[in-house]
């Protein structure tokens, strides 16, 4: 009798036992990871300058000391097709400075989470014209491109400053210039789109053709031809203004061209992915869409569009004309890329 008393207890001790260690796995995630909801991890991918970047970054340090902040670069080309092909089961929280032309093909495809609630941080912080009027993504920074030339470089080879797009076909400049490739940056392709709008494809193409004879490389980033150009290693650029203005205002001799046809642009804006909008990225959502952050960023890339912000770049031409760009879609830039020569 004893014996079965013994085993009966024996087993409701074990069966006592299963049930606590099976509560416990229940209410711990495995490997003991919080919630999403509860971490205060935040990553943002963007597109931003070494030069853009780091201050922000500092700022969101100050501002989120116990937060874990991922602040990681990658090229706008690279960023859209990791989101592409993640989706929403990404490690991507926040997506910064990405070209509208993708981020309106992602909305289309339901990637993002809702931005009603910054709506009136962006009507307050931004000129009308650059409000997205979505609930998808915010803008960012339009930013435009400009031809600029090195004036002692042409000076020391007793070469003129070139005054119309035809005239970097002479060959005069052969190798003392530099472009970014359409097909791998951003910067590059504002150019190729802008003639190819105001030129007609077959003429834009037979230009950027013969202009490669004079071009010493067709570079993958986007601010590579400024480096050369401020270095002295070329003459002309095709570069982003802002870059080039801040090169002035340090006191490298430069001087952006007005030429016919105005200046390209395009914008960038900012999105959080859907299932990603957590407290702590909320948080840092309102943070960079504050004065802190956006007139910081400012400061160094005017092109903002901010309502009551004037320039603190000295060398910032501020009666600039921007370009007609036509149709900036991703199905337009995939046919114009198939023909751009090089």
Known sequence: MKKRMLAILLILL????????????????????????????VVIYHCLSTTRSDPIMEKLKERFPD????????????????????????????????????????????????????????KKMYDEEFWTNNNAFLPWS??????????????????????????LLDPQYKDLIEMPNPASSGTGYIFYLMLCHQWGDEKAVEYFTKLGDNVLEFTDSGSAPLKALASGEVGIALCMTYQAALQMDEGVNLQILDLEGGHPWTSDGTAVIKGHDTAAV???????????????????????????YESTIENWPKDMKYAEMGEDTLAEKERLLALWPY
């Open 282 to 308: 909320d948080e840092v959502m309102s943070y960079l869409y504050s004065e802190d952050i956006l007139y910081l960023d400012a400061d160094l890339m005017p092109e903002h569009g901010l309502a009551n």
């Open 14 to 41: 074990l069966a006592i036992g299963l049930v606590a260690c099976g509560g416990g796995e229940s209410e711990q995630p495995s490997g003991g990871e919080q919630p999403a909801e509860e971490s205060n991890r």
């Open 142 to 167: 339009p930013y435009s491109g400009s031809v600029v030339v090195n004036l002692d470089v042409l000076g020391e080879k007793g070469l003129p400053v070139p005054a119309t797009w035809e005239d």
């Open 67 to 122: 937060y874990e902040i991922v602040f990681e670069y990658m090229g706008l080309s690279e960023l859209a097709a990791k989101l592409e092909n993640e989706g929403t089961d990404t490690d991507i929280d926040i997506a910064l400075d990405l070209g509208f032309v993708y981020l309106e093909k992602m909305m289309n495809e339901d990637l993002f989470a809702d931005t009603t609630k910054y709506q009136d941080m962006i």
